[in-house]
């Protein structure tokens, strides 16, 4: 063999060589993309059925609950207390009178099918859903009241504003007599959203209220919820606030300063009563509350002025206000707005709605129309933003825009309120029930139940209770004539 023979036969080796190597290494790639492949696999079968069990635990499955535990005994309990907590949501439903979302409820469970419990009680609820009616709508009545008189002694003192408070106010005593009169007689509080429907296209159209036999439904509003300045030291509450529970409660100011927390108006006087007689309330609908916004809402100093200070708006209240709260700088202004918006939205939360009462409580057809739109924008910025939108107007002075007879497209005030999203109209009325629809509205009358028409007209209000065993001693007599 010479040299280049054997050079030849290394090359051919060295080749060789190389080529297994390569062999290998594809063998091994091949193998690794084996083994990660079946990896994949595995992991995917084993994990993800966990992860779906962990989202389905939310709500528990009679299945589940039999597969996780050995023990029978623990695995019927726990089914049964779902069937109980199951129908005692359904029943809360059905006692505001809301029969179909309870059936639905029940049926939506995968329970239902197993549980004699559960189907017995949608039974019952369709036989009292058949039993119920629609209320006709031109019937259904509407009352309101201002801010209540928690400590007579303080409204009722001789002073200048004792008149005022005397015909327009109510106590907190003839309130709450006043609403157990009207629960036991069968009344029922409506939402006016659920008189009516607004359609996309802006037309109105009637709502349907359906009722059992003897309940008989009604619209509550109460106005001015500000906490004026001018009340201060007269026995009204001093704000509304959120409690460590998340319930909307009143704060009060003692004599010593100090500061009590309670039912000390008609919103948490209503949301302890709904707790306790869920059927006072149709579809957990509750009442709505008619703000101004020039002194804040709901007992906070939210309006603009108390963050601008502008001169020519500040009045003399506001002026002592910032007299008696030196500190009060633009980081206050917004704690106050964070904490109104807090209430509101709990309020919301509860079944209230909220309306405009016109930003600075004007009467529209004395201020004019231009007047008119600088109130809404005031309205639009300084109130909506706090308690959110609506397409509510609660005329103050029991004013209107019009009078009895439809809105039409010619009534500058209807055009402008209606393209700014207003779609109900409420003014102040003496009769029973006054609804009116027109094609893109809905409007309504109010009843004031206060000292002038308890004092007055007692016959008035028969239909909702008997004065004589509602009013108020502490008021003094006669009540002033307006
Ligand atoms: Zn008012």
């Given at each position: 063999m010479d040299e280049r023979e054997r050079a030849r036969r290394m090359q051919i080796r060295r080749a060789k060589r190389r080529r297994n190597v390569l062999i290998m290494k594809c063998?091994?790639?091949?193998?690794?993309?084996?083994?990660?492949?079946?990896?994949?696999?595995?992991?995917?079968?084993?994990?993800i059925p966990e992860l779906k069990n962990h989202k389905n635990n939310k709500k528990p499955e009679a299945q589940q609950t039999v597969q996780q535990n050995d023990d029978g005994t623990e695995t019927q309990t726990e089914a049964a207390d779902s069937v109980d907590d199951m129908i005692a949501q359904a029943d809360l439903l059905a006692a505001q009178y809301d029969y179909s979302g309870a059936i639905e409820l029940l049926k939506s469970s995968s329970l239902y099918t197993g549980s004699q419990k559960m189907q017995d009680a949608a039974a019952g609820y369709e036989t009292t859903r058949q039993s119920c009616?629609?209320?006709?709508?031109?019937?259904?009545?509407?009352?309101?009241f201002h801010t209540m008189i928690k400590d007579d002694a303080k409204a009722f003192d001789g002073d200048s504003k004792e008149a005022g408070y005397n015909q327009v106010m109510t106590t907190m005593s003839e309130f709450t007599k006043i609403m157990e009169s009207m629960y036991?007689?069968?009344?029922?509080?409506?939402?006016?959203?659920?008189?009516?429907?607004?359609?996309?296209?802006?037309?109105?159209?009637?709502g349907e209220i359906l009722l059992p036999p003897g309940k008989i439904p009604f619209v509550l509003s109460q106005d001015d919820v500000s906490y004026?300045?001018?009340?201060?030291?007269?026995?009204f509450a001093q704000k509304l606030i959120v409690d460590e529970n998340g319930d909307v409660k009143n704060t009060y100011v003692e004599d010593d300063g100090s500061i009590s927390v309670g039912d000390y108006d008609m919103v948490p006087w209503i949301d302890t009563f709904v707790k306790q007689h869920p059927d006072f309330s149709y579809h957990g609908h509750k009442g709505i509350i008619a703000l101004t916004g020039y002194e804040g809402v709901l007992g906070y100093r939210t309006d603009e002025v108390y963050r601008t200070r502008e001169a020519g708006r500040v009045t003399e209240y506001q002026q002592k206000f910032f007299d008696e709260h030196p500190d009060f700088d633009e980081a206050a202004w917004q704690n106050e707005v964070d904490q109104a918006t807090a209430v509101a939205n709990a309020m919301k939360a509860e079944g209230w709605e909220f309306a405009s009462h016109t930003w600075g409580h004007i009467d529209p057809r004395k201020v004019g129309i231009d007047g008119v739109m600088k109130d809404t924008q005031r309205w639009l910025d300084n109130?909506?933003?706090?308690?959110?939108?609506?397409?509510?107007i609660i005329f103050a002075f029991g004013a209107d825009i019009g009078d009895w007879q439809p809105y039409t497209s010619d009534n500058p005030y209807f055009t402008y309120?209606?393209?700014?999203?207003?779609?109900?109209?409420?003014?102040?009325d003496s009769s029973k029930c006054w609804v009116q629809f027109g094609s893109n509205y809905m409007r309504q009358g109010r009843r004031n139940l206060d000292g002038y028409r308890m004092y007055y007209n007692p016959e008035l209000v028969s239909d909702l209770f008997d004065v004589s065993s509602v009013w108020d001693n502490a008021r003094p007599t006669p009540v002033p004539q307006m």
């Open positions: 063998i091994i790639s091949l193998l690794t993309l084996i083994v990660v492949f079946l990896a994949v696999i595995l992991i995917k079968d084993a994990v009616t629609a209320y006709p709508l031109d019937q259904v009545t509407h009352v309101f036991e007689k069968g009344y029922v509080m409506v939402s006016l959203h659920d008189m009516c429907i607004v359609n996309q296209d802006g037309t109105v159209s009637q004026y300045h001018y009340m201060d030291g007269d026995g109130v909506a933003t706090v308690v959110g939108s609506t397409d509510v309120l209606k393209e700014k999203g207003f779609n109900i109209f409420c003014n102040v």
